[in-house]
């Protein structure tokens, strides 16, 4: 992949120098720094460069903000601010830039670098975005000259006019299906890789919670007043776990163990778990027969139809009934096209309720994250979210039928496997394995560095700790013949986990890799998974997962 040519307008020349060589550490290339605004629009028509990072003060008669101005409107470059002060109306026009905006000097390097990535990403996207509704555009005006033409002919045929007036209102009806659910689609997705960032964040400080309470509880008795307080602070702990499994659902990210699974299996259980529960809602089954299996995470599947089916409870206070039904459909290019699916065998299930229903407006936001219609506490607005976001993330989709008054159906589609279906095994139990080899652990947070080390020594591990990537290498390379296995985290600044890892593979072929992510494993985890890592461990994790997965790793 070619570097993002960045260029720096400064009129400090130390100053630029040195954010010109934190950029260059960073891997971009710096094609120029400048440091007056003509010069700056001068060498962009010039160069052409994806970022300028700009500072609003300078010398000269163009300022940053008049010289960004030119600079994005001709030849449509995102810029950055970068300024140590300014007076307030400056700062308000360099907010009209949004949405690249500005960063204050002094900054530290990582600050740096996520306002250069977020901006890169975001010209990125938008010029993608401009390409797609260019597209999107020259479809258009080609549907309206057929329309044209073919309005043109029913004029001069009669007999054929009402035929060729409900196949124009066709065509208009897909163009604008297709044109809400493609703004549907960005949206959503926007909002999923906030979710993931999120979870992210919110796992590794879990991490810490969760570390230092098992390792509090190794040192007590059960009899001890504080003993109990902190299983406590180990459900909680779970129930936040939980909360970020939902946002990593709903952002794509939740497939943890995809195995080849029967629907009609997965629907009979989860109904009739369901049904236990709640007498007051009649459940009807038709399973397909013969069904195809599907390549899904079962826990994921669960989670789907439980919401689902308390979702339809909610809407049904005084009792109902609800449907479910499996079959196998086959979607052809023209089905698959709407719902941005590939053409092919699906397995598709209906949940119907007879409950209170839906106006347009409520579901055009049913999956938007935090949106209910329920009072307050009794959700939080994730479970259809969470619903949307694990389908998507299968490569499946889904969508909703519901009318005030008339019920609901969601409509679930699938892709079809030919694997044979893999039972579940009985799940291992809790008990701590120790053992006596020493391991590299690798990660950037402190606080997850530090309690993650104390996790493996109370174990009986010998553990040199690595607060980064090139930190990693270079221990690996000093202690290699001691090292028995590396505990890897996967997002870090600088050298990130997946190359961290290649570089390890480079030294030691069979070195044996433990990656580490508040993340999940789907996506790049799931990459370096598929170039040889031996496993992966969720973050946050309990003493006794912990332990029972570096002795997995290590037998």
């Given at each position: 992949?070619?570097?993002?040519?960045?260029?720096?307008?400064?009129?400090?020349?130390?100053?630029a120098?040195?954010?010109a060589?934190?950029?260059t550490?960073?891997?971009?290339?710096?094609?120029?720094?400048?440091?007056?605004?003509?010069?700056a629009?001068?060498k962009?028509?010039?160069?052409?460069?994806?970022?300028v990072?700009?500072?609003?003060?300078l010398?000269?008669k163009?300022d940053?903000?008049?010289?960004?101005d030119?600079?994005?409107?001709?030849?449509?470059?995102p810029?950055?601010?970068?300024?140590?002060?300014?007076?307030?109306?400056?700062?308000?026009?360099?907010?009209?830039?949004y949405?690249?905006?500005?960063?204050?000097?002094p900054?530290q390097?990582?600050?740096?670098?996520?306002?250069?990535?977020?901006?890169?990403?975001?010209?990125k996207?938008d010029?993608?975005?401009?390409?797609?509704?260019?597209?999107?555009?020259?479809?258009?005006d080609e549907l309206?000259?057929?329309?044209?033409e073919?309005?043109?002919?029913?004029?001069?045929?009669?007999?054929?006019l009402q035929?060729?007036?409900?196949e124009?209102?066709q065509l208009?009806?897909?163009?604008?299906?297709?044109?809400?659910?493609?703004?549907?689609?960005?949206?959503?997705?926007?909002?999923?890789?906030?979710?993931?960032?999120?979870a992210?964040?919110f796992?590794?400080?879990?991490?810490g919670?969760?570390?230092?309470a098992?390792?509090?509880?190794?040192?007590?008795d059960?009899?001890?007043?504080?003993y109990?307080?902190?299983?406590?602070?180990?459900?909680?702990v779970e129930?936040?776990?939980?909360?970020t499994?939902?946002?990593?659902?709903f952002a794509r990210?939740g497939?943890?163990?995809?195995?080849?699974?029967?629907?009609n299996?997965?629907?009979?259980?989860?109904?009739?778990?369901?049904?236990?529960?709640?007498?007051?809602?009649?459940?009807?089954?038709?399973y397909g027969?013969?069904?195809?299996s599907?390549?899904?995470?079962?826990?994921q599947?669960?989670?789907?139809?439980?919401?689902?089916?308390?979702?339809?409870?909610q809407?049904?206070p005084?009792?109902?009934e609800i449907?479910?039904?499996?079959?196998?459909?086959?979607?052809?290019?023209?089905q698959?096209?709407?719902y941005?699916?590939?053409p092919?065998?699906?397995?598709?299930?209906?949940?119907?309720?007879?409950?209170?229903?839906?106006?347009?407006?409520?579901?055009?936001?049913?999956?938007?994250?935090?949106f209910?219609?329920?009072?307050?506490g009794?959700?939080?607005?994730?479970?259809?979210?969470?619903?949307?976001?694990?389908?998507?993330?299968?490569?499946g989709?889904?969508h909703?039928d519901?009318?005030?008054?008339h019920?609901t159906?969601?409509?679930?589609?699938?892709?079809?496997?030919?694997?044979e279906?893999?039972?579940?095994k009985?799940?291992?139990?809790t008990?701590?394995?120790r053992?006596?080899e020493?391991?590299?652990?690798?990660?950037d947070?402190?606080?997850?560095?530090?309690v993650?080390?104390?996790m493996?020594?109370s174990?009986?591990y010998?553990?040199?700790?690595?607060?980064?990537g090139?930190?990693a290498?270079?221990v690996?390379?000093?202690?290699?013949?001691?090292?028995?296995?590396?505990?890897l985290?996967m997002?870090?600044p600088?050298?990130?986990?997946?190359?961290?890892?290649?570089?390890?593979r480079?030294i030691d072929?069979?070195?044996k890799v433990?990656?580490?992510s508040?993340y999940s494993?789907?996506?790049q985890a799931q990459?370096?998974?598929?170039?040889?890592c031996?496993?992966?461990?969720q973050?946050?994790f309990?003493l006794?997962?912990?332990?029972?997965?570096?002795?997995?790793?290590?037998?």
């Amino acid at each position: 992949m070619d570097k993002a040519k960045i260029m720096v307008v400064e009129d400090e020349g130390i100053v630029a120098h040195d954010i010109a060589g934190q950029l260059t550490d960073m891997g971009y290339d710096v094609v120029a720094i400048v440091y007056s605004g003509e010069e700056a629009v001068e060498k962009a028509r010039e160069l052409h460069p994806d970022l300028v990072l700009m500072d609003i003060v300078l010398a000269g008669k163009m300022d940053g903000i008049e010289a960004a101005d030119i600079i994005r409107s001709r030849w449509d470059i995102p810029v950055v601010f970068l300024t140590a002060y300014a007076d307030q109306k400056r700062l308000d026009r360099a907010k009209l830039v949004y949405p690249f905006g500005y960063i204050l000097k002094p900054f530290q390097r990582n600050c740096l670098k996520v306002a250069v990535e977020i901006a890169l990403y975001i010209s990125k996207v938008d010029r993608e975005k401009r390409k797609a509704e260019e597209a999107l555009r020259r479809v258009c005006d080609e549907l309206e000259h057929r329309v044209a033409e073919r309005t043109e002919e029913l004029r001069q045929a009669n007999e054929e006019l009402q035929t060729e007036i409900t196949e124009r209102n066709q065509l208009e009806e897909e163009k604008r299906i297709l044109r809400e659910r493609l703004q549907q689609a960005d949206k959503m997705e926007a909002i999923g890789t906030l979710a993931g960032g999120i979870a992210h964040d919110f796992n590794n400080l879990l991490m810490g919670i969760q570390g230092h309470a098992s390792l509090t509880l190794l040192d007590l008795d059960p009899s001890h007043p504080h003993y109990e307080r902190l299983k406590r602070i180990e459900e909680q702990v779970e129930s936040g776990a939980d909360l970020t499994r939902q946002l990593l659902g709903f952002a794509r990210g939740g497939r943890y163990d995809v195995k080849p699974a029967d629907m009609n299996d997965i629907i009979k259980e989860t109904s009739s778990m369901f049904g236990r529960t709640k007498k007051e809602i009649s459940i009807h089954r038709k399973y397909g027969k013969d069904l195809c299996s599907v390549e899904v995470d079962r826990g994921q599947m669960e989670q789907v139809f439980m919401n689902l089916y308390v979702n339809a409870w909610q809407a049904m206070p005084g009792g109902g009934e609800i449907y479910l039904e499996t079959e196998d459909v086959l979607w052809d290019a023209e089905q698959a096209v709407p719902y941005a699916v590939t053409p092919g065998k699906y397995v598709k299930i209906t949940v119907t309720d007879t409950g209170t229903g839906m106006d347009e407006k409520t579901r055009e936001r049913i999956f938007d994250p935090f949106f209910t219609t329920k009072e307050m506490g009794r959700g939080t607005g994730l479970g259809l979210a969470t619903v949307y976001g694990i389908i998507k993330g299968h490569k499946g989709t889904i969508h909703v039928d519901s009318e005030p008054g008339h019920g609901t159906t969601f409509h679930i589609y699938l892709p079809a496997s030919e694997k044979e279906v893999v039972k579940e095994k009985t799940a291992t139990g809790t008990i701590i394995a120790r053992g006596t080899e020493t391991i590299l652990l690798v990660d950037d947070e402190k606080m997850v560095l530090e309690v993650s080390k104390a996790m493996l020594e109370s174990m009986g591990y010998r553990v040199y700790p690595a607060g980064s990537g090139q930190e990693a290498l270079a221990v690996y390379m000093e202690k290699r013949s001691e090292i028995d296995l590396v505990i890897l985290d996967m997002i870090m600044p600088g050298i990130s986990g997946g190359e961290t890892f290649d570089r390890l593979r480079e030294i030691d072929p069979e070195i044996k890799v433990l990656l580490s992510s508040g993340y999940s494993i789907e996506g790049q985890a799931q990459e370096i998974m598929d170039r040889g890592c031996n496993g992966f461990l969720q973050k946050p994790f309990r003493l006794a997962n912990l332990s029972r997965k570096v002795r997995e790793m290590l037998v």
